[in-house]
Protein backbone atom coordinates (compact mmCIF):
# COMPACT_ATOMS: atom_id res chain seq x y z
CA UNK A 1 0.00 0.00 0.00
CA UNK A 2 1.61 3.47 -1.05
CA UNK A 3 0.79 6.19 1.88
CA UNK A 4 -0.45 8.73 -0.95
CA UNK A 5 -3.31 8.46 -3.46
CA UNK A 6 -1.99 11.79 -4.90
CA UNK A 7 0.96 13.92 -5.23
CA UNK A 8 0.38 17.17 -6.45
CA UNK A 9 3.10 18.91 -8.27
CA UNK A 10 2.59 22.46 -8.70
CA UNK A 11 3.04 26.05 -7.60
CA UNK A 12 2.76 27.33 -4.22
CA UNK A 13 2.35 31.11 -3.11
CA UNK A 14 0.60 33.80 -0.79
CA UNK A 15 -2.17 35.64 -2.54
CA UNK A 16 -2.35 39.04 -0.60
CA UNK A 17 -5.29 40.70 -1.50
CA UNK A 18 -6.74 44.32 -1.57
CA UNK A 19 -9.77 45.04 -1.27
CA UNK A 20 -12.11 48.16 -1.65
CA UNK A 21 -9.49 50.93 -2.94
CA UNK A 22 -9.44 54.27 -3.47
CA UNK A 23 -8.61 54.07 -7.04
CA UNK A 24 -6.02 52.59 -9.20
CA UNK A 25 -2.24 52.44 -8.70
CA UNK A 26 -0.22 55.19 -9.73
CA UNK A 27 3.47 55.83 -9.78
CA UNK A 28 4.55 57.85 -7.37
CA UNK A 29 1.30 57.75 -5.43
CA UNK A 30 0.11 56.79 -2.58
CA UNK A 31 -3.57 54.86 -1.83
CA UNK A 32 -5.37 52.88 0.82
CA UNK A 33 -7.28 49.89 0.80
CA UNK A 34 -10.23 49.23 2.57
CA UNK A 35 -9.51 45.57 3.55
CA UNK A 36 -6.51 43.38 3.50
CA UNK A 37 -6.64 39.15 3.51
CA UNK A 38 -3.44 37.19 3.79
CA UNK A 39 -3.85 33.73 2.60
CA UNK A 40 -2.62 30.62 0.52
CA UNK A 41 -2.67 30.82 -3.14
CA UNK A 42 -2.13 28.82 -6.05
CA UNK A 43 -4.56 26.72 -8.01
CA UNK A 44 -2.57 23.90 -7.62
CA UNK A 45 -3.02 24.18 -3.59
CA UNK A 46 -6.99 24.10 -4.35
CA UNK A 47 -6.89 21.07 -6.33
CA UNK A 48 -4.76 19.32 -3.46
CA UNK A 49 -7.29 21.05 -0.48
CA UNK A 50 -10.21 19.95 -2.69
CA UNK A 51 -8.89 16.39 -2.89
CA UNK A 52 -8.10 15.83 0.40
CA UNK A 53 -11.66 17.39 1.84
CA UNK A 54 -13.12 14.63 -0.74
CA UNK A 55 -11.30 11.61 1.34
CA UNK A 56 -7.90 10.81 -0.90
CA UNK A 57 -4.49 10.84 0.85
CA UNK A 58 -2.58 13.85 -1.04
CA UNK A 59 1.09 15.04 -0.26
CA UNK A 60 2.52 18.10 -1.98
CA UNK A 61 5.57 18.66 -4.00
CA UNK A 62 6.62 22.46 -4.57
CA UNK A 63 9.40 24.67 -3.77
CA UNK A 64 9.09 27.10 -1.12
CA UNK A 65 11.24 29.55 0.63
CA UNK A 66 12.65 29.32 4.28
CA UNK A 67 10.92 32.20 5.02
CA UNK A 68 7.00 33.86 6.61
CA UNK A 69 5.44 33.48 3.32
CA UNK A 70 6.85 29.58 3.38
CA UNK A 71 5.86 28.84 6.86
CA UNK A 72 1.76 30.22 5.74
CA UNK A 73 1.87 28.49 2.89
CA UNK A 74 3.14 25.19 4.87
CA UNK A 75 0.75 25.59 7.60
CA UNK A 76 -2.48 26.70 5.46
CA UNK A 77 -1.63 22.83 3.50
CA UNK A 78 -0.86 20.97 6.45
CA UNK A 79 -4.54 22.75 8.04
CA UNK A 80 -6.60 21.61 4.83
CA UNK A 81 -4.82 17.78 5.33
CA UNK A 82 -2.45 18.28 2.70
CA UNK A 83 0.64 16.60 3.84
CA UNK A 84 3.80 19.04 3.81
CA UNK A 85 6.74 16.54 4.26
CA UNK A 86 7.73 16.96 0.62
CA UNK A 87 8.10 20.78 0.06
CA UNK A 88 11.25 21.44 -1.19
CA UNK A 89 12.85 24.57 1.08
CA UNK A 90 15.41 26.93 -0.29
CA UNK A 91 17.40 29.49 1.23
CA UNK A 92 18.52 31.41 -2.06
CA UNK A 93 14.63 32.05 -3.28
CA UNK A 94 11.89 33.91 -1.13
CA UNK A 95 8.21 31.89 -1.35
CA UNK A 96 6.53 33.30 -4.53
CA UNK A 97 3.80 36.19 -3.60
CA UNK A 98 1.03 37.20 -5.70
CA UNK A 99 -0.75 40.89 -5.01
CA UNK A 100 -4.06 40.81 -6.16
CA UNK A 101 -6.08 44.25 -6.00
CA UNK A 102 -9.84 43.42 -6.49
CA UNK A 103 -12.12 45.81 -8.64
CA UNK A 104 -15.62 44.85 -8.01
CA UNK A 105 -15.86 41.75 -10.72
CA UNK A 106 -12.25 42.65 -11.86
CA UNK A 107 -9.04 42.42 -10.87
CA UNK A 108 -5.39 43.37 -11.33
CA UNK A 109 -2.66 40.63 -10.12
CA UNK A 110 1.03 41.12 -10.06
CA UNK A 111 3.11 37.51 -9.09
CA UNK A 112 6.88 37.16 -7.88
CA UNK A 113 7.25 33.64 -9.03
CA UNK A 114 10.08 33.04 -6.83
CA UNK A 115 11.30 29.59 -5.27
CA UNK A 116 8.12 27.81 -7.67
CA UNK A 117 10.03 29.02 -11.18
CA UNK A 118 13.41 27.22 -9.83
CA UNK A 119 11.86 23.67 -9.23
CA UNK A 120 13.19 21.33 -11.37
CA UNK A 121 13.03 17.30 -12.11
CA UNK A 122 16.37 17.17 -10.52
CA UNK A 123 15.20 19.01 -7.10
CA UNK A 124 12.54 16.15 -6.81
CA UNK A 125 13.54 12.89 -4.51
CA UNK A 126 12.68 10.13 -6.52
CA UNK A 127 11.50 8.36 -3.75
CA UNK A 128 8.39 10.31 -4.09
CA UNK A 129 7.38 8.40 -6.76
CA UNK A 130 7.20 5.12 -4.93
CA UNK A 131 4.84 6.83 -2.24
CA UNK A 132 2.24 7.50 -4.72
CA UNK A 133 -0.29 5.93 -6.73
CA UNK A 134 -0.87 9.27 -9.24
CA UNK A 135 1.03 12.52 -9.60
CA UNK A 136 -1.05 15.42 -10.75
CA UNK A 137 0.85 18.52 -12.29
CA UNK A 138 -0.38 21.40 -13.05
CA UNK A 139 0.28 25.56 -13.75
CA UNK A 140 3.67 24.49 -16.23
CA UNK A 141 3.78 27.82 -17.85
CA UNK A 142 4.41 29.33 -14.05
CA UNK A 143 7.09 26.41 -13.67
CA UNK A 144 9.64 27.09 -16.28
CA UNK A 145 12.24 24.83 -14.68
CA UNK A 146 9.57 21.69 -13.98
CA UNK A 147 8.25 22.43 -17.19
CA UNK A 148 11.18 22.36 -19.35
CA UNK A 149 11.35 18.37 -17.66
CA UNK A 150 8.11 17.96 -17.76
CA UNK A 151 8.61 14.48 -20.16
CA UNK A 152 11.47 13.47 -18.28
CA UNK A 153 8.93 13.63 -15.25
CA UNK A 154 5.85 11.75 -16.85
CA UNK A 155 8.25 9.16 -18.23
CA UNK A 156 9.66 8.31 -15.19
CA UNK A 157 6.43 8.40 -13.55
CA UNK A 158 5.45 5.93 -16.12
CA UNK A 159 8.52 3.35 -15.40
CA UNK A 160 7.44 3.74 -11.77
CA UNK A 161 3.77 2.79 -12.59
CA UNK A 162 2.09 5.74 -11.11
CA UNK A 163 -0.59 7.51 -13.58
CA UNK A 164 -0.44 11.30 -14.08
CA UNK A 165 -2.99 13.88 -14.62
CA UNK A 166 -2.05 17.45 -16.38
CA UNK A 167 -3.57 20.60 -16.00
CA UNK A 168 -1.47 23.29 -17.62
CA UNK A 169 -3.61 26.65 -17.09
CA UNK A 170 -3.24 29.28 -18.38
CA UNK A 171 0.26 30.75 -20.22
CA UNK A 172 0.76 34.15 -18.49
CA UNK A 173 3.26 34.72 -21.30
CA UNK A 174 0.71 33.31 -24.28
CA UNK A 175 3.42 31.29 -26.05
CA UNK A 176 1.57 28.33 -25.51
CA UNK A 177 4.63 26.33 -26.06
CA UNK A 178 3.39 22.99 -25.46
CA UNK A 179 4.18 19.66 -27.78
CA UNK A 180 1.17 17.35 -27.54
CA UNK A 181 2.49 14.92 -29.96
CA UNK A 182 4.95 13.75 -27.11
CA UNK A 183 3.66 14.94 -23.88
CA UNK A 184 0.14 13.41 -24.11
CA UNK A 185 0.92 10.22 -24.52
CA UNK A 186 2.42 9.72 -21.38
CA UNK A 187 -0.33 11.33 -19.62
CA UNK A 188 -2.98 9.22 -18.29
CA UNK A 189 -5.63 12.26 -17.75
CA UNK A 190 -5.11 15.56 -19.62
CA UNK A 191 -7.53 18.19 -17.72
CA UNK A 192 -7.64 21.69 -19.88
CA UNK A 193 -9.90 23.83 -20.29
CA UNK A 194 -11.57 24.77 -23.53
CA UNK A 195 -9.98 28.05 -24.43
CA UNK A 196 -6.89 26.91 -23.25
CA UNK A 197 -6.80 23.14 -25.22
CA UNK A 198 -7.79 25.71 -28.53
CA UNK A 199 -4.36 28.23 -27.86
CA UNK A 200 -1.91 24.76 -26.59
CA UNK A 201 -2.87 23.18 -30.41
CA UNK A 202 -3.00 26.01 -32.35
CA UNK A 203 -6.63 25.29 -32.93
CA UNK A 204 -9.69 27.90 -33.86
CA UNK A 205 -12.74 25.57 -33.31
CA UNK A 206 -12.81 23.01 -29.74
CA UNK A 207 -13.41 20.33 -32.47
CA UNK A 208 -10.47 21.20 -34.57
CA UNK A 209 -8.49 20.75 -31.23
CA UNK A 210 -9.93 17.71 -30.24
CA UNK A 211 -9.00 16.28 -33.85
CA UNK A 212 -5.62 17.14 -33.45
CA UNK A 213 -5.04 15.58 -29.85
CA UNK A 214 -6.90 12.47 -30.35
CA UNK A 215 -4.49 10.37 -31.71
CA UNK A 216 -2.18 11.40 -28.54
CA UNK A 217 -4.52 11.11 -25.53
CA UNK A 218 -4.92 8.12 -23.03
CA UNK A 219 -8.03 10.45 -21.75
CA UNK A 220 -8.50 14.26 -22.06
CA UNK A 221 -11.13 15.82 -19.78
CA UNK A 222 -12.15 19.56 -21.28
CA UNK A 223 -13.56 21.91 -18.54
CA UNK A 224 -16.37 23.95 -20.38
CA UNK A 225 -17.26 26.52 -17.41
CA UNK A 226 -21.23 26.32 -17.20
CA UNK A 227 -21.61 23.98 -19.72
CA UNK A 228 -19.88 21.40 -18.56
CA UNK A 229 -17.14 18.71 -20.13
CA UNK A 230 -16.58 16.86 -22.80
CA UNK A 231 -14.57 13.34 -22.52
CA UNK A 232 -12.38 12.63 -24.87
CA UNK A 233 -10.27 9.21 -25.33
CA UNK A 234 -8.60 6.79 -27.89
CA UNK A 235 -10.90 5.14 -29.82
CA UNK A 236 -14.07 6.13 -28.93
CA UNK A 237 -16.59 9.14 -29.83
CA UNK A 238 -15.85 11.78 -27.65
CA UNK A 239 -18.97 12.29 -25.21
CA UNK A 240 -20.45 15.83 -23.61
CA UNK A 241 -21.69 15.82 -20.33
CA UNK A 242 -23.60 19.16 -19.38
CA UNK A 243 -22.89 20.69 -16.09
CA UNK A 244 -24.97 20.66 -13.08
CA UNK A 245 -26.37 23.99 -13.85
CA UNK A 246 -25.74 26.76 -10.68
CA UNK A 247 -27.84 29.41 -11.51
CA UNK A 248 -26.69 31.33 -8.12
CA UNK A 249 -23.34 31.24 -8.74
CA UNK A 250 -21.13 33.41 -6.10
CA UNK A 251 -17.81 32.81 -7.48
CA UNK A 252 -16.07 30.33 -10.02
CA UNK A 253 -12.53 30.86 -8.72
CA UNK A 254 -10.83 27.23 -8.59
CA UNK A 255 -13.84 25.76 -10.44
CA UNK A 256 -11.11 24.16 -12.64
CA UNK A 257 -9.10 22.81 -9.44
CA UNK A 258 -12.52 21.48 -8.14
CA UNK A 259 -13.42 19.97 -10.74
CA UNK A 260 -9.81 18.25 -11.11
CA UNK A 261 -10.07 17.11 -7.75
CA UNK A 262 -13.10 15.54 -7.86
CA UNK A 263 -12.52 13.41 -11.33
CA UNK A 264 -9.10 12.59 -9.50
CA UNK A 265 -10.27 11.17 -6.59
CA UNK A 266 -12.55 9.16 -8.48
CA UNK A 267 -10.04 8.18 -11.38
CA UNK A 268 -6.95 7.05 -8.15
CA UNK A 269 -10.45 4.68 -6.87
CA UNK A 270 -10.68 3.14 -10.24
CA UNK A 271 -14.17 4.32 -10.91
CA UNK A 272 -15.12 4.70 -14.83
CA UNK A 273 -14.11 7.09 -16.40
CA UNK A 274 -17.80 8.63 -16.92
CA UNK A 275 -17.83 8.84 -13.60
CA UNK A 276 -15.04 10.82 -12.69
CA UNK A 277 -16.47 13.13 -15.63
CA UNK A 278 -19.35 13.20 -13.57
CA UNK A 279 -17.60 13.68 -10.34
CA UNK A 280 -15.31 16.64 -11.89
CA UNK A 281 -18.92 18.08 -13.30
CA UNK A 282 -20.69 18.25 -9.40
CA UNK A 283 -17.33 19.10 -7.77
CA UNK A 284 -16.91 21.81 -9.85
CA UNK A 285 -20.93 22.94 -9.23
CA UNK A 286 -20.91 22.55 -5.91
CA UNK A 287 -17.19 24.76 -6.22
CA UNK A 288 -19.74 27.79 -7.26
CA UNK A 289 -21.73 27.57 -4.48
CA UNK A 290 -19.18 29.82 -2.02
CA UNK A 291 -16.55 32.05 -2.19
CA UNK A 292 -12.91 30.87 -3.59
CA UNK A 293 -12.21 27.43 -4.62
CA UNK A 294 -12.14 26.06 -1.08
CA UNK A 295 -14.99 27.62 0.59
CA UNK A 296 -17.39 25.11 -0.37
CA UNK A 297 -15.32 22.48 0.68
CA UNK A 298 -14.54 22.37 4.20
CA UNK A 299 -15.57 19.04 5.34
CA UNK A 300 -17.24 15.91 3.94
CA UNK A 301 -20.58 16.50 5.57
CA UNK A 302 -20.61 19.86 3.90
CA UNK A 303 -19.85 18.66 0.68
CA UNK A 304 -22.48 15.99 0.64
CA UNK A 305 -25.44 18.21 1.89
CA UNK A 306 -24.68 20.83 -0.86
CA UNK A 307 -24.54 18.10 -3.91
CA UNK A 308 -28.01 16.99 -2.01
CA UNK A 309 -30.02 20.31 -1.18
CA UNK A 310 -28.63 22.38 -4.09
CA UNK A 311 -28.23 19.12 -6.77
CA UNK A 312 -30.14 16.69 -5.56
CA UNK A 313 -27.04 14.06 -5.95
CA UNK A 314 -26.50 11.31 -3.48
CA UNK A 315 -23.11 10.82 -2.76
CA UNK A 316 -20.95 9.20 0.30
CA UNK A 317 -17.80 10.52 0.60
N1 LIG B 1 -21.85 28.13 -13.27
C1 LIG B 1 -21.55 26.82 -13.16
N2 LIG B 1 -22.50 25.93 -12.79
C2 LIG B 1 -22.22 24.62 -12.68
N3 LIG B 1 -21.02 24.09 -12.93
C3 LIG B 1 -20.02 24.91 -13.31
C4 LIG B 1 -20.22 26.32 -13.44
N4 LIG B 1 -19.04 26.88 -13.82
C5 LIG B 1 -18.15 25.84 -13.90
N5 LIG B 1 -18.74 24.66 -13.61
C6 LIG B 1 -18.12 23.31 -13.60
O1 LIG B 1 -16.77 23.43 -13.26
C7 LIG B 1 -15.97 22.90 -14.32
C8 LIG B 1 -14.68 23.65 -14.43
O2 LIG B 1 -14.92 25.03 -14.71
P1 LIG B 1 -14.11 25.86 -15.80
O3 LIG B 1 -14.44 25.33 -17.15
O4 LIG B 1 -14.38 27.27 -15.50
O5 LIG B 1 -12.60 25.46 -15.46
P2 LIG B 1 -11.27 26.34 -15.60
O6 LIG B 1 -11.45 27.32 -16.69
O7 LIG B 1 -10.13 25.40 -15.65
O8 LIG B 1 -11.30 27.07 -14.19
P3 LIG B 1 -10.11 27.73 -13.32
O9 LIG B 1 -10.29 29.19 -13.53
O10 LIG B 1 -10.46 27.28 -11.94
O11 LIG B 1 -8.81 27.19 -13.81
C9 LIG B 1 -16.83 22.92 -15.56
O12 LIG B 1 -16.41 21.92 -16.47
C10 LIG B 1 -18.21 22.67 -14.98
O13 LIG B 1 -18.43 21.28 -14.84
MG1 LIG C 1 -8.13 25.90 -15.07
Redesign the pocket.
Known sequence: MKPYDILAIGELNVDLILNRIDGEPEVGKEKFAGDMILTLGS?TA?FAANAAALGAKVGFVGMIGRDNFGELIKDSLEAKGVDTSMLIETDSLSSGATIVLNYGEDRAMITYQGAMAAMSFDDIDKAVFEKARHIHISSIFLQPALNADLEKLLAYARSRQVTTSL?T??DPAETWKFDYARILPLVSVF??????LMLLTSSSTVDEAVEKIRPYVNTAII???????LLVCKGREPEFLP?????E?VD?????????AGCISRFVKGESLNDCQRF??????I??TAAG?TGAFTDKDRIEETARNKFNENITL
Not at 243 to 247: D, G, I, P
Not at 280 to 285: Q, S, V, W
Open positions: SIDQWLPNEKEKMGNKGSSFLNKVAIGAGDSFNGNLMGANTG
